[in-house]
């Protein structure tokens, strides 16, 4: 399947950073991206661009047949080579270490893309919010989605009928939005407190990686379940994927880290990573399970939690915890004893100002862990 632009004439394609094109001057601007970079440049390079002329040159890029980077320019991952087929070249988050790099086909996203569009329902009448740089892939393939469809991508929540969203920035964004009618998340698993503030809206959660993108997806409160294509494998309770969209170079069943189960008909629980399963005492502890309880408690904003070496019981929990400002470390500590069991209370709390993150708004777990050592 090849990649078009979804609109034409006068219909709305970008109102994003005060700027506005129509598909007609998209479309123009493409050609003239084209034309000035001339056609023998092996990469363009939208890493530091404003939002509407990186989505042109990677729109471009993909008309051309030029490979494009789309990368943290703060962060950039050591790449030797380009491969002949590559499209995107994007690196992981680096939320549990520093990014690496990858390189993926325009068909490794594209082909997904009638069933990304099936389960969001969005249509060329959307506005589609995007809420994080694009270097972010969630980010970049919703707004290349978007333009495939016809729609409209746009930084403005009040215009905004659809948006991409990690959890705790749909908290936010939701009250600021009056005509949302579907809010997509991913990046990390969508909590109760997120879900309350989005009553009423419809809500599709996916689940990927940006080694395979699109992995699951549902509409909130069904089931996960695998995207057509798409085969996964339990072995030792971490996930393996094999995945017609998956990036360039990668081993036919890829082992994403996460501990999952596999029910019927293709449903899929994800529990979380499994290098943040804790052992305390024999006790397995996902640390995923624990964030999403403490994230629930009155004056917790943000947690993250990691296992500290333990002489009797192997590991205990310890949580970073960013408080809100209405409750004090004491109270947020017994609010959770009355909610975890034994094993998965924290036995080191440590308060903190701002969590760090990845650009994606995923808690860097990586550097939680390397800050605590």
Known sequence: MSFELGGSG?????????????????????????????????????????????????????????AVIVEDPTARPDRSVIPPSAFLLVATSGSTGRPRPLART????????????AITGIDATDHVLITGPLHATMHLFGAVHALWRGACVTDDPSRATVVHAVPAVLRDVVRKAPKLRTAIVAGTALDDGARAVADGIDIVEYYGAAELSLVAARRV???LRLLDGVDADIRDGL???????????LPEWFGVGDLAELGDNGELTVRGRGESAINVGGTTVVAEDVERILET????????????????????????VELDGTAEIGEIRSRARRTLTKEALPRRWVPI???????????????????LA
């Not at 394609?13 to 970079?37: K, M, P, S, V």
């Not at 325009?106 to 569009?117: G, K, L, N």
């Not at 993150?357 to 777990?365: D, E, F, L, P, Y």
Request: net charge negative; proline share 9%; glycine share 8%.
């Open 106 to 117: 325009a068909a490794s996203w594209v082909d997904s893309f009638p069933a990304f569009t």
């Open 221 to 223: 409160p069904e089931p």
């Open 239 to 249: 996930l393996y994927v094999r995945s017609p969209y998956s990036v360039i170079g």
């Open 297 to 320: 408690l009155d004056g917790v904003a943000a947690a993250a939690v990691v296992g500290s070496p333990h002489s009797v019981l192997g590991e205990t929990v310890t949580a970073v």
């Open 10 to 66: 006068d219909q709305p394609a970008l109102d994003f950073e005060d700027r506005t094109y129509t598909y007609a001057e998209l479309d123009r601007a493409i050609d003239r991206w084209i034309l000035e970079h001339g056609p023998g440049t092996p990469a363009y390079d939208a890493s530091t661009l404003p939002v509407p002329d990186a989505l042109i040159c990677v729109c471009a890029a993909v008309r051309q047949g030029t």
């Open 353 to 371: 100002e701002s969590m760090p993150r990845t650009a994606s708004g995923k808690v860097a777990r990586g550097r939680v862990r390397d800050w």
